[in-house]
């Protein structure tokens, strides 16, 4: 098979796991331990868009490869006997522009909700079908709420249920000013949203991921990670009065 070369990885786009990019342009030059240092282009067979990768290679048919896939294209030999290797197995990639996403860092999470959370964020970065991405954050929303609900039980009236439904859960929460008047109405859409994905089958798009993406992110900076960065900045600041 003759063509050019590729290399199976996973696109920073579309997220597509292991995917078929062609290599289309390359730069190298030689290195002090006779190997090349350079940088490659190559497009997403899925997404079709451009991926930069600066890489090592120091393996004898990774430098032939890339030799004869330079010379194809300093002189146009489009029609050139080259077979279509699969650069991966022969170069040591240093770096991927653009960076895929990565899930965040959280500081103050209690562990269930820290452990939806990342369940949430890793289907996110690794191409999960969006209805299973929004999904896995909606279970961060309840987690998280049941979360400060059961904690703060003293806070409601005595033989409250302990494990309300989202609904009334977000709304007594609100009563109770663990939440705001804006942050419950902004809930009560995301559920009213997630709701009908359990009864339909309609496509969930990016931006509807990345709208329940947000919600999620701020809802647990608003309960867990704001409260954990004052009371460590209060104890810090007690400390030093302490020492003074």
């Known amino acids: 098979m003759s063509g050019y070369p590729f290399m199976v990885m996973n696109c920073p786009h579309c997220l597509t796991q292991r995917v078929s990019c062609e290599v289309n342009a390359f730069k190298g030059e030689a290195n002090h331990t006779y190997g090349i240092d350079g940088y490659l282009t190559a497009n997403c067979a899925v997404c079709s868009h451009p991926i930069s990768v600066s890489f090592h290679c120091n393996e004898g048919n990774g430098i032939k490869i890339l030799d004869d896939f330079s010379e194809m294209i300093r002189f146009s030999k489009s029609k050139m006997n080259l077979d279509k290797y699969n650069l991966r197995q022969f170069i040591k990639i240093i770096k991927i522009w653009p960076e895929a996403p990565k899930p965040k860092a959280f500081q103050f999470l209690p562990p269930k909700v820290n452990a939806a959370m990342s369940d949430a964020e890793t289907a996110r ?42 609904n009334n859960r977000i709304n007594m929460l609100t009563s109770a000013h663990f939440l705001t008047p804006s942050i419950k109405d902004w809930a009560h859409g995301i559920r009213d949203i997630t709701n009908e994905d359990v009864h339909t089958s309609n496509a969930v798009s990016e931006e509807e991921v990345a709208e329940i993406a947000e919600f999620t992110d701020m809802l647990l900076q608003y309960l867990f990670e704001l409260p954990g960065r004052v009371e460590r900045a209060k104890e810090e600041a007690e400390q030093k009065r302490a020492t003074t």
């Open 125 to 166: 970065s690794v191409g999960t079908p969006n209805r299973m991405v929004r999904a896995a954050y909606r279970t961060v929303i309840d987690v998280a709420t049941q979360h400060v609900f059961e904690e703060n039980l003293p806070s409601f009236k005595e033989n409250t249920n302990p494990k309300p439904n989202l």
